[in-house]
């Protein structure tokens, strides 16, 4: 079945810690997003990536890294320097950059205490 | 700075009561809409997208409409398993590929 897969659905980290959040497609898609959602708000988007080898700044990037060395995976790095990493991470996929609809992943829980 | 506003923020309906959600937004030249479902701590699906106003699209019990200020979810006769919070979204001709996301309906059906 194709699809996005995120890893792990629920992590924990004490405060201080840089922690990585997996997204992985085998959709073929060439556009890739991150988002945040935190409780009763909408989607922000934190960054994204229209082809392989090159990302840009979403609305909140800051605290935030990515990588985009393969085509199906869209790693997030959560830095220290996110000064309120706790929420719900979503991973999104489009066929291509402008004017699709974006497929998303089942999204991982990070809670940083 | 394009916006999106969804109301209400909740919904309780009983089941067969049907109703409507709204999704009012501000963009500089819209290129889509689009309607999504989000089950609790799950990611959003995908259901509808709306590209020009005057424009509906139908799935089961879910209508949405658009018009050039806003746009309707109308839920006909909803069943229990159609709660949930749905979530409207806009992509703007100025913003790439970049979409702003209202704040969401959650739907609670009553059996």
């Known amino acids: 079945d194709g699809g996005i897969t995120q890893s792990p659905k629920y992590l924990f980290r004490k405060e201080g810690q840089n922690v990585t959040l997996s997204c992985e497609q085998n959709?073929?898609?060439?556009?890739m997003y991150w988002y945040r959602q935190d409780p009763g708000q909408g989607l922000r988007l934190i960054y994204y990536s229209q082809i392989v080898n090159d990302f840009q700044k979403g609305d909140i990037a800051e605290g935030y890294s990515v990588s985009r060395e393969k085509k199906e995976s869209f790693p997030l790095t959560v830095t220290s320097a996110q000064k309120n990493p706790t929420a719900f991470y979503l991973c999104?996929?489009?066929?291509?950059?402008?004017?699709?609809?974006?497929?998303f992943g089942p999204g991982t829980r990070l809670t940083v205490t | 700075e394009d916006q999106v506003t969804q109301s209400p923020e909740a919904l309780r309906l009983q089941e067969g009561e049907s109703s409507s959600l709204n999704c009012s937004y501000t963009?500089?030249?819209?290129?889509?809409l689009f309607w999504y479902r989000q089950d609790p701590g799950k990611g959003p699906e995908f259901l509808f997208t709306?590209?020009?106003a005057g424009e509906e699209k139908e799935k089961e019990r879910l209508k949405a409409t658009l018009t050039k200020k806003e746009s309707f979810l109308h839920i006909t006769a909803p069943k229990p398993e159609d709660s949930a919070t749905y979530l409207c979204a806009v992509q703007a001709r100025n913003a790439g590929n970049m979409l702003t996301f209202g704040g969401g309906t959650r739907l609670m059906v009553k059996p």
């Open positions: 963009v500089s030249g819209l290129r889509g």
């Open positions: 999104a996929s489009s066929i291509a950059p402008f004017f699709y609809q974006q497929y």
């Open positions: 709306l590209y020009s």
């Open positions: 959709l073929n898609h060439d556009a």
